[in-house]
T-cell receptor, first 115, second 115 residues
């Protein structure tokens, strides 16, 4: 069965520090998709990235980067030079799209960036 | 603005009552997903419709039902409400399915409070 584990419930860092949010997933499928979403205090869910299981290249987008390692079933998210506006709950998610489209979310990591 | 519209934004109702939550997907999106977000359970997948047909089902209670209409809007019906049903209910839409599933765009959510 598909499962996403975000072991870090809450993290606090001081502004400008780098921070990594961990995500470990479980799936029986060879074809799957991994996602990260951000939920700021306003409550909406904002898509950040999708990665398919055949693409293990790391991705960088500005201060955000993602490290996908199939060998450890992990899809970690790093924010470099964090800013107060990065404070939010971050969700990692998994879809076994060959089976169905449901996107299963981890419980989220609440990130506090302290000024 | 994600383009997904959910109404109402807030709903307060009494135990035992029935409510209907409405979702209008982004223009062109055929898939609609419903999620429940509560403090203890995180984001739980409830159900997905694609072009009017049920495509995937999660941990949706028998007291809950959903449908997607020919104009692609969807409604989530919650009946015999209990205090524990108080949560934020999200609707999301996506364009594709299966390997064409990219990102799901989330609405602002309906906050349901059962008193």
């Amino acid at each position: 069965a598909q499962k996403v584990t975000q072991a870090q419930t809450e993290i606090s860092v001081v502004e400008k520090e780098d921070v990594t949010l961990d995500c470990v997933y479980e799936t029986r499928d060879t074809t799957y998709y991994l996602f990260w979403y951000k939920q700021p205090p306003s409550g909406e869910l904002v898509f950040l990235i999708r990665r398919n299981s055949f693409d293990e290249q790391n991705e960088i987008s500005g201060r955000y980067s993602w490290n996908f390692q199939k060998s450890t079933s992990s899809f970690n998210f790093t924010i470099t030079a964090s800013q107060v506006v990065d404070s939010a709950v971050y969700f990692c998610a998994l879809s076994e799209a060959a089976r169905d489209d449901k996107i299963i979310f981890g419980k989220g990591t609440r990130l506090h960036i302290l000024p | 603005d994600s383009g997904v519209t959910q109404t109402p934004k807030h709903l307060i109702t009494a135990t035992g009552q029935r409510v209907t939550l409405r979702c209008s997907p982004r223009s062109g999106d055929l898939s609609v997903y419903w999620y429940q977000q509560s403090l203890d359970q995180g984001l739980q997948f409830l159900i997905q419709y694609y072009n009017g047909e049920e495509r995937a089902k999660g941990n949706i209670l028998e007291r809950f039902s959903a449908q997607q209409f020919p104009d692609l809007h969807s409604e989530l019906n919650l009946s015999s409400l209990e205090l524990g049903d108080s949560a934020l209910y999200f609707c999301a839409s996506s364009e594709g399915t299966g390997d064409d599933l990219f990102e799901a765009f989330f609405g602002q959510g309906t906050r349901l409070t059962v008193v």
